[in-house]
């Protein structure tokens, strides 16, 4: 590992104006995934500025009815939450499908947003990636890309991002809080937040220089009684989701509402599946109308040379968790 500074900051403007001033400083919350980097030389800070203590550390109750979810707090204690299992337990059993139980004990929520793929190239120093070192090229596009996009990739990236928690927030429609420079705060939607790749891979998000993420919003809960997270993996525990389906439903009189679908797995991003969610809005929760709307989500899908088995399988899975979040019995 190389050596680096390390500063503590106590408040949040003391981390922006650290930031600020030290261009390849790198916030520092669990570490869980920025510290395995490092020890692998494929992050190279060389200022950490220490945010796990800051006081955005709180769940709470919000203006719009629903929770503000500190960026600071646990993964665990976030998924652990009795406010967030009654309320939101779609986003409770992404959580806590992730990683393992030490894991989620250090992991922050913000830093849970900013983990970076597990693209094997991206690991391995030796071989090109233009995520890692920008214009080396994309080992991954023409050679081991089974567990890669099959959405909104680019000739520079077929990354997948590899968060279970991000999949969840983008069925239920949060919005991520950050600090700017200027000490104002905005608003990001939660699709918005990350980005696809284009020819700029390096980056994974739309944060401005420097920006600190304080809290995640989540609106009114309307999938309190409906809702199911899958998760198809290589093996049952510590393992990235090759696909993933967050799925929530309202239903009303027998008709669905409003639906909630993201996929994991697919995309650089958490992939949302808007198309598929107006299908189903007002239309019956039949095995019908689950498979139209799962078609409909995958449409668009263009598999690279290893990956075709995620459309069907991304089909099948989206129509089991919206089967499975319609029958549950609350
Ligand atoms: Fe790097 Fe992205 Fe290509 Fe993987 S897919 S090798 S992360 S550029």
Redesign the pocket.
Known sequence: MRPFKYISATTGEQALQAAEANEKGKYLGGGTNLVDLMKEDVERPDHLIEVADLEYNSIQENKKGGLTLGAMVSNSDTANHPEVRQKYPLLSMAMLSAATAQIRNMATNGGNLLQR?R?P??YETS??????EPGSG????KGM?AN?AIFGYSD????VHPSDMCVALAALNAEVEVMQTNGKTKMIPFEDFHRL?GDQ?EKDTNLGKAELITAIHLPKPIYADHYYYLKIRERSSYAFALISVAAGVQIKNGTIASAGLAMGGVAHKPWKLTKAEKFLKGKQPSTENFERAAAIALEEAKPLSENGYKVPMGEKAIVRALTQAYQREV
């Open positions: 793929t693209c190239y991206f071989m090109p990636c233009n995520k890692r994309c080992g991954a596009k890309n890669h520079s990236c077929v990354a790749p891979p």
